[in-house]
């Protein structure tokens, strides 16, 4: 699978970041220019894990995102569909608690976790409806989820640039430094095609969560939206 345009079938998904894992880490640093370590201490700061909260983190991968919420003393659960991407998780941080599993069916009971956070994955599960469902069903009343997204920045004119950039650029970049550069073509039309800011809202509110609210990354080129369970 290499189109946005195509049903996101999980097990081509799944497929699709196991042939790039090995090198995933890195070539998101070079494809992002270096922001991806901005918008993941934004991420951090949004979750506010605190010792002994248990924080759920879904599209995990190989745990990058996980490390900054285990340096709080939280417990943190990596989870992700790439049985490639957790093995190499697994090699490097063998302690943590890696666990397989589809947003759309989480393994896990009901109001389990203080936090359930997912940093670029939303785009790539099949239903995003359900994994929000999810996500609000396995978090404890008065917890949280974080979304760190890429979205639509807000000055047209960069916009119209930075379109360019997903087309034009970043192909040549990823066939250069990735080991599936078609992998990173279906993610650059999957982020033009994603919901704007307050679309993303909406359907935090359509699957329960209250006080949503995001703030802009990078003039919009990420946004990182919020919400809180009440009951």
């Given at each position: ?8 079938q ?134 949280r ?25 970043l ?61």
């Open positions: 699978m290499t189109r946005a345009s195509l049903d996101k999980p097990h081509e998904v799944a497929s699709m970041f196991d042939d790039v894992a090995a090198r995933y880490d890195l070539t998101n640093d070079l494809l992002s220019l270096g922001q991806d370590r901005v918008w993941r201490k934004a991420v951090a700061q949004a979750v506010d894990a605190r010792p002994a909260q248990k924080v759920l983190d879904l599209a995990a991968g190989t745990a990058t995102s996980s490390l900054p919420f285990t340096r709080t003393g939280a417990y943190v659960v990596p989870c992700d569909f790439s049985l490639g991407m957790l093995r190499v998780g697994k090699q490097r941080h063998a302690w943590m608690p890696f666990t397989a599993g589809d947003a759309t069916r989480l393994p896990f009971k009901d109001d389990t976790f203080d936090a359930v956070t997912i940093s670029f994955g939303l785009r790539n599960v099949q239903d995003t409806d359900a994994a929000l469902r999810e996500m609000h069903r396995v978090t404890r009343p008065g917890g989820v974080v979304i760190c997204e890429f979205s639509h920045p807000t000055w047209t004119p960069f916009r119209t640039v930075y379109t360019e950039y997903l087309m034009r650029a192909p040549p970049v990823a066939r250069a430094v990735s080991s599936n550069p078609d992998a990173y073509v279906y993610l650059a039309e999957s982020i033009r095609s994603w919901p704007d800011q307050p679309g993303l809202a909406g359907r935090l509110r359509a699957a329960g969560w209250s006080k949503v609210a995001w703030r802009n990354l990078t003039g919009g080129v990420v946004a990182l939206h919020r919400g809180f369970k009440v009951s």
